[in-house]
């Protein structure tokens, strides 16, 4: 499989290649499409003209990404199209290896119920073999690679790129049943994009039933394990948040970055709805509304991954049809490529 995978990612990296080359680089990286105020990479240029200046970043309504993010391309800004076609194919990898774990761990446990007589003697069409679920794998990393979604969005060197592979780490560490790297990713991607924090929940539930604790209220280990997680989250992403002001000697991303994020000022068209929404709205409702739709983005993830867990279903995968912003749901597709159906035990 190694061979057909490194084909796939020769294939994307000669498509983006041949576009940042051709006149279509400069139209596409103008496309509302592609380019939102939070993930512009003319945003980013100015934020890093203003922090060359000795301004802070900030200081305006222009640029609107992390701190780190800004460092980071402060040193790697002549090698920007390298970086982001590097993302895009570490993200493939990323699912590519998560989704391929996640088949060896379905297909042991449909081993064993298969031995122990659980199915009922009439599903077994349903019960997926080793060949169907052997190329699994290659079809998700096709899947993100050659989207032209994703394609556009290297193009025009969209931010979101690099929430994408934040993302996919956080799925491969959560999926191999790594807590420690699980928490750090995770706590890495709402950094970036403060929506990943929907994932708490849909994580801890499969990292619970990796480690065969059960979730019940009364249970010690589950609390104690619960306890461990969130610890480890909310310290890595204190952490982070410290080292910006220590980057910045400031706290004005705050504001500019997750202020800007929840209150929505900036109604530049996008493929979003919330632009759409609030031009059409007069401005006495706005607040109401903007609390409406920030507390709707959370509010069906515990209750979604609960009845997942239920089911029997991996709560991770399915969890992306609520997850999804500023192009972070350019991974929600393939990723469903991993989803099961519920066991069928009799």
């Not at 931010?159 to 592979?165: D, F, K, L, R």
């Not at 890495?188 to 929907?198: G, R």
Request: charged share 15%; aromatic share 16%.
């Amino acid at each position: 499989m190694a061979a057909p995978l490194v084909l796939v990612l020769l294939v994307a990296v000669t498509v983006r290649a041949l576009l940042y080359r051709s006149s279509l680089a400069s139209l596409i990286s103008e496309r509302v499409e592609v380019a939102s105020p939070l993930n512009a990479w003319k945003r980013v240029v100015e934020g890093l003209a203003l922090l060359d200046l000795g301004v802070s970043p900030y200081s305006g309504d222009v640029f609107h990404e992390t701190p780190l993010v800004i460092y980071l391309f402060h040193f790697l800004i002549d090698y920007a199209e390298l970086v982001f076609m590097i993302t895009d194919l570490l993200t493939a990898v990323a699912l590519y290896l998560a989704v391929q774990d996640y088949n060896k761990v379905l297909f042991k446990k449909q081993k064993l119920l298969i031995e122990l007589d659980k199915y009922a003697s009439d599903v077994g069409e349903l019960i997926r073999t080793p060949m169907e679920m052997h190329y699994i794998p290659l079809k998700v990393a096709l899947f993100y690679l050659l989207n032209p979604y994703t394609v556009m969005s290297c193009i025009a060197k969209s931010t979101c790129a690099i929430n994408n592979t934040i993302i996919a780490f956080f799925i491969l560490a959560t999926i191999k049943g790594s807590t420690f790297l699980s928490a750090v990713f995770l706590a890495l991607a709402t950094y970036q994009s403060l929506y990943p924090l929907t994932l708490f929940a849909p994580a801890l539930l499969y990292l619970l039933q990796r480690q065969f604790i059960p979730v019940k209220m009364k249970n010690k280990d589950f609390w104690f394990y619960t306890v461990q997680y969130a610890g480890l989250f909310l310290g890595c992403l204190v952490v982070m948040v410290c080292l910006s002001f220590f980057l910045l000697n400031s706290w004005d991303f705050i504001p500019s970055v997750y202020g800007f994020t929840l209150s929505v000022p900036d109604l530049t068209p996008n493929v979003g709805l919330f632009w759409y929404f609030f031009a059409e709205m007069f401005e006495h409702f706005s607040l109401f509304f903007v609390c409406v739709f920030q507390i709707n983005v959370f509010f069906y993830t515990i209750p979604l991954a609960v009845k997942l867990n239920l089911l029997c279903m991996s709560p991770i995968p399915v969890a992306f049809a609520v997850q999804g912003e500023d192009g972070s749901d350019l991974i929600a597709e393939p990723i469903l490529c991993m989803q099961k159906v519920p066991d069928i035990s009799s």
